[in-house]
């Protein structure tokens, strides 16, 4: 295994053969999931939190199943109703919880950098399950074998990754992690939903839909989120699905076997049309979902061993110390 | 209906030439020889030129149709001479939708001139939320500007801006500092200090203006200034071409023609939207359509009723009806020789046709055959009575103008005769 880092914080600092290496894990994963018996002592006797400061159901379920399946002692704090909403800073909370001695940290936070500097401040391993706008690895990391599932290969593909790209960390994490395997990338949505210097990004960028999604073998959808409708970044959610929705008519310009994506939850209507997303010989998103879990054991799981490679070092220097 | 214009003094704005020569038409486009059995109509040697393209009028329809009506509308347009009409969407309720967009082009498409719609840029003009601007654009919307009820919400223009960079649309602004210029009716200066008129800085453009091309060059918008009347507006205008930013500049022939003094005794048919500058902002945008700061002159006529008018200058309505005027008015620049005809021309007829994507506005073979045939030199004093807008608020009413249009036609089909 080549995977050596402490945390798992975004996909930035890794590189492909660990990136490689951890989908290889989590390829095992898959097929251990679909057993009877699903259980592993990989995690036994360890503490797993998971810290979720913005809603989320798939994701902290998935973490909570990976958790279990692998043997951890998982809890969940709703962190709606901690001590945050008292007054207490985002570091004293890092603290408190330090204490209570956990191993892996699984954090969502609604503000980018937030779980960084939570990381930086405890002893145990921390995964982001998202992070504001800026990463979500885990995310980035399921996408990248359910693609390199359905398509035999995870280089040299055309992906199309359309949507509000601006306020997606899904998006960034996954431009990252493809740009890494030396995919051809482009970013296809409208220009107030695109990032500013999207094209210094490495990849090319559409406004058009049907031009973007020209001979693309992924068709990657984001949510777009309804709240931000009414008066701010596009005028109407029937103009917006009329130009940028995933239709049948638009995905024809896609290649013929291209894969249709989407993170999760969907809005049927608005950024996808129901019958694509629940089209099986097209829509992978159902895929995405057990890939999850399978991604998600696998990052614990070598975050572990890492997390106790460090703990045994330290207690032999400790001893030689004595 | 097969034409051939001869004997005409022919005004090319395209090729800025104005000589006597001849012109045929084919199935209402210009071609270049005139077919067999074209009828031959002698001008005369009086000019003929492509028809105005009045940017910027304002139609009563829906909501004021007892101000003015398509039909009364394109009356007065091809009486002046004008064949397209780029209409406002300050109508009640504004066209800020598909669906109300539909309804005035359905009800356009019964008149005599062309008229093309713009949309609101916010709904109900309120600037708060953006239009539905793809779907008023492929319903035939061809700029969007909420006129002179300015967008102050700076990050909802930035974004309307940004969205219609993406799908290629053309935003209509008015430059005006909206805070700076509330209540005000005339431009600050002695005029206004001597008649005690609430006032306004000519700065309040040029504030106005500067916003909104900083916004251009953050957002790449396509972006139009409908009225500059200000000469310390022109440095941004020169800076923003420098920085070659998409961008055009329009002006009022009332601004070009008329200063504040000839408000006189708070004559209403004077208030105007930017109020009526100095002499010497007059003399400099008249320079500036010369030299091509200033692409686009346009009527930007504004019916209102002898209710709306005839109360003190202050309380009264902006604007003046000016699409029959518009003609006779700027032959008022043709005879004082600040601007020749084909430049005049570029400026209401070639250049808003270039800026808004339309055919017209030019005297080569293939443009449709909409045309002007008018006599520069005739003298007569406006009666405002006679003017087929149904709103009367002219501020040439007795005035004496030179200038008179003799016919007009719109796809090469008759649609106006000087009786």
Known sequence: MTFRARHLLGIEPLSPPEIVSLLDLAETYVAFNRRTVKHSDALEGLTQINMFFEPSTRTQSSFELAGKRLGADVMNMAMAQSSLTKGETLI????????????????????????????????????????????????????????????????????????????????????????????????????????????????????????????????????????????GFIPSAREYFHRWGLDAEKLACAKPDAIVMHPGPMNRG??????????????????????????????????ARNLRAERGARAAEESIDV | ????????????????????????????????????????????????????????????????????????????????????????????????????????????AEVSARVRHQAALTRGREGAEMVEMAFLSDAGAIAFTDGVRVTTNTRLLSRAMTYARGIGALIVGHPQDADLSRGASATSGKFASLYGLA???????????????????????????????????????????????????????????????????YRTFFRFTPPLRSEDDRVAMIEAVADGRIDVIGSF???????????????????????????????????????????????????????????????????PADLVLFDPDAPFILDRFTLRSKSKNTPFDGARMEGRVLGTWVGGAQVYAHE
């Open chain 2, 301 to 367: 006529h504004t019916p209102q009723d002898e209710e709306s008018k005839r109360l003190p200058f202050a309380a009264a309505a902006p604007g003046a009806v000016g699409l029959e005027t518009l003609l006779p008015a700027a032959m008022r620049l043709y005879h004082q020789g600040g601007l020749s005809l084909p430049q005049l021309w570029r400026a209401m007829s070639l250049n808003p046709a270039r800026r808004l994507g339309l055919p017209g506005g030019r005297l080569t073979a293939g443009a």
């Open chain 1, 92 to 231: 004293d909370t890092a603290l408190t919880l330090n204490a209570m001695r956990p191993d892996l940290l699984v954090v969502r936070h609604q503000d980018s950098g937030a779980v960084n500097l939570l990381a930086s401040k405890v002893d145990c391993a921390v995964i982001n399950a998202g992070d504001g706008r800026h990463e979500h690895p885990t995310q980035a990391l399921l996408d990248a074998l359910t693609i390199r599932r359905a398509k035999g290969r995870l280089q040299r593909l055309t992906i199309a990754i359309c949507g509000d790209i601006a306020h997606s960390r899904v998006a960034r994490s996954n431009l990252i992690l493809l740009g890494k395997m030396e995919n051809r990338l482009r970013l296809v949505g409208p220009a107030t939903l695109m990032p500013a210097g999207a094209a210094d990004l490495g990849c090319e960028v559409y406004e058009d839909m049907r031009e973007g999604l020209a001979g693309a073998d992924v068709v990657m959808m984001l949510r777009l989120q309804k709240e931000r409708m009414d008066g």
């Open chain 2, 199 to 265: 006032a306004v800085s000519t700065m309040a453009e040029r504030m106005g203006l500067e916003r909104d091309l900083a916004l251009v060059e953050l957002t790449g918008a396509r972006w139009h200034a409908d009225q500059i009347t200000a000469a310390c507006a022109l440095p941004a205008i020169e800076r923003a071409r420098t920085a070659g930013l998409d961008v055009s500049f329009g002006t009022s022939i009332h601004h070009l023609t008329l200063n504040e003094f000839d408000v006189g005794d």
């Open chain 1, 270 to 303: 608005v950024e996808i049309d129901g019958t694509i997303a629940d089209d099986i010989n097209r829509s992978v998103i159902q895929d995405q979902v057990e890939m999850g879990v399978a991604v998600r054991m696998a990052a614990m799981d070598l975050l």
């Open chain 2, 1 to 108: 209906m097969n034409l051939h214009f001869i004997n005409a003094r022919l005004i090319d704005p395209e090729a800025q030439t104005d000589a006597i020569g001849s012109l045929a038409v084919a199935d209402g486009v210009i071609v270049a020889d005139a077919p067999e059995g074209a009828a031959t109509i002698d001008c005369g040697g009086k000019c003929l030129a492509p028809g105005l393209i009045d940017w910027g009028v304002k139609i009563g329809e829906p909501g004021e149709r007892h101000k003015e009506s398509l039909r009364s509308a394109a009356a007065a347009a091809v009486a002046g001479g004008v064949t397209t009409i780029i209409a406002r969407p300050d109508t009640l309720p504004p066209i800020d939708s598909p669906e109300a967009l539909e309804f005035a082009t359905r009800r356009a």
